[in-house]
């Protein structure tokens, strides 16, 4: 699998997290908006770093997903990881 392709998987299934869970539109996340700007707070970051947890194996510490971050910096992050997608 490419690195494109991985990186793409992981930003689908965390647009999808975020939208399923959060009920948040998906164009809005895809947007490229800032996490404080969808009412993303640090309670859904926690919760959706114990999802990624469950779902990848990426484990995050407190404060590696941060609501000043888009989408792609939280794909970032969560790559960096190693997640298994």
Known sequence: MTTATATQ???DRVVSILSEKF???EEEILSG???EELDIDSLILVELG???RKEMGVVLQEGELKS???IDDAVTVIEAK???V
């Open 23 to 25: 009920g948040l539109p």
């Open 68 to 70: 000043t971050h888009t």
């Open 9 to 11: 998987k992981i930003k």
């Open 33 to 35: 908006a800032v996490f």
């Open 50 to 52: 114990l999802i990624l």
């Open 82 to 84: 190693g997640p298994r």
